[in-house]
């Protein structure tokens, strides 16, 4: 289960900087996850669970926050929402050679609420 590599890293990466701002814990991850990003939320959020014992993160909430594909064809210049599965012809002309995916494999750490840290925490920690 790739889920659990995912959430190692987020408790790795969130601790790593929690540590830097001398933070003693966090309560809340918030994560962005691409619909096309081949993620599963339950699965994820049970990972996390196991991944923050004895971390900065034990007891935090995960948060997740589902980013729909969407795509534009570079032919007609038109959008539209890819789903699951994944339609990347572009339902204007018709064509999928030259379609751009714009968002749905997003994978990241959107927000981190710090408990008590001492000193500010980058937002992009």
Do not use: N, Y
Not at 36 to 43: I, K, N, R, T
Not at 56 to 68: C, K, S, W
Not at 71 to 92: F, K, N, Q
Request: aromatic share 4%; proline share 6%.
């Amino acid at each position: 289960m790739h889920e659990m590599s995912i959430a190692m890293a987020v408790v790795d990466q969130v601790t790593e900087a929690a540590q830097a701002g001398a933070a003693r814990s966090v309560s809340r991850v918030e994560l962005e996850i691409g619909e096309l990003a081949g993620v599963v939320p339950d699965a994820l959020a049970f990972a996390f669970e196991l991944a923050r014992t004895a971390t900065p993160l034990e007891g935090a909430e995960l948060v997740t926050h589902r980013v729909a594909a969407r795509a534009r064809c570079a032919s007609c210049t038109g959008e539209w929402a890819v789903g699951m599965p994944p339609d990347l012809s572009c339902p204007g002309c018709g064509k999928a050679t030259a379609v751009e995916l714009l968002t749905g494999r997003e994978l990241r750490i959107r927000r981190v609420v710090w408990d008590d840290a001492l000193e500010p925490i980058p937002e992009e920690a």
